[in-house]
């Protein structure tokens, strides 16, 4: 059974940093895509970042130069770096991978990212 196990997330001031990690397991494929979702209360899940097995990164502009996509592809694991954080970054943070050949759409539970002073 593939499961995405993610940590990190938390509380930060305005202007800080944290790094939310997502770890896929039960799977011997390794994810053609992994990336980050984010849903604010009252609004829909949205990307945030993603990044293909060859490295290719896709951000929202709303991040872009302050949130930083990578992955470790032998370890089936994907870090979302985010410095700068405002108060509108703060949601129900999700990793998602997609799995090759059609094995599917994997989702973590979500990890909480509040930006509050």
């Known amino acids: 059974q593939v499961q995405l196990v993610e940590s990190g997330g938390g509380l930060v001031q305005p202007g800080g940093s944290l790094k939310l990690s997502c770890a896929v397991v039960?799977?011997?494929?390794?994810?053609?895509?992994m990336g980050w979702y984010r849903q604010a209360p009252g609004k829909q899940r949205e990307l945030v970042a993603a990044?293909?097995?060859?490295?290719?990164?896709n951000a929202a502009d709303s991040v872009r130069g302050r949130f930083t996509i990578s992955r470790d592809n032998a370890k089936n694991t994907v870090v979302l770096q985010m410095t700068n954080l405002k108060p509108e970054d703060t949601a129900v943070y999700y990793c998602n991978a997609i799995l090759p050949l059609g094995n599917g759409n994997y989702w973590g539970q979500g990890t909480q990212v509040t930006v509050s002073s």
């Open positions: 039960g799977s011997i494929l390794s994810p053609s895509v």
């Open positions: 990044i293909s097995s060859g490295g290719i990164t």
